[in-house]
């Protein structure tokens, strides 16, 4: 391939599935985390300028991953204020992205929320 293969991620990914089963998760699970962070975030958008009416993929489609992208003109003001807050967030063009995850807990979608309604 023209370059030595560097296998620090290799080691990275053993250790991360060698955790995954020792804490005894499961694919379903880490799913089911995500969309309850998903569920609660959408619940909690009044007043933050966004809207569940703009979501790409609705909550009602359980086979959304673990990101919610939102449809909006204005995605990329969007995603420069929310850096200049401290949010990070995803963009593909129009589609502000937030992704939810098994390190992240309902009281850091909590205080999302709240930051979002401050910006």
Request: a neutral charge; proline letters at 2%; hydrophobic letters at 45%.
């Amino acid at each position: 391939m023209g370059a030595t293969f560097d296998p620090a991620g290799l080691y990275r990914l053993d250790a991360a599935l060698g955790w995954v089963d020792q804490v005894g998760l499961s694919t379903a699970a880490i799913q089911a985390h995500a969309h309850a962070l998903q569920t609660r975030f959408v619940a909690g958008l009044d007043g933050t300028g966004l809207s569940a009416d703009r979501l790409v993929v609705p909550l009602e489609e359980w086979r959304r991953g673990n990101f919610l992208s939102f449809d909006l003109d204005e995605a990329e003001a969007w995603q420069q204020r929310l850096h200049q807050a401290g949010i990070v967030t995803d963009r593909r063009g129009r589609r502000l992205r937030f992704g939810f995850g098994i390190y992240q807990t309902a009281q850091e979608v909590d205080a999302l929320l709240a930051r979002l309604r401050q910006v």
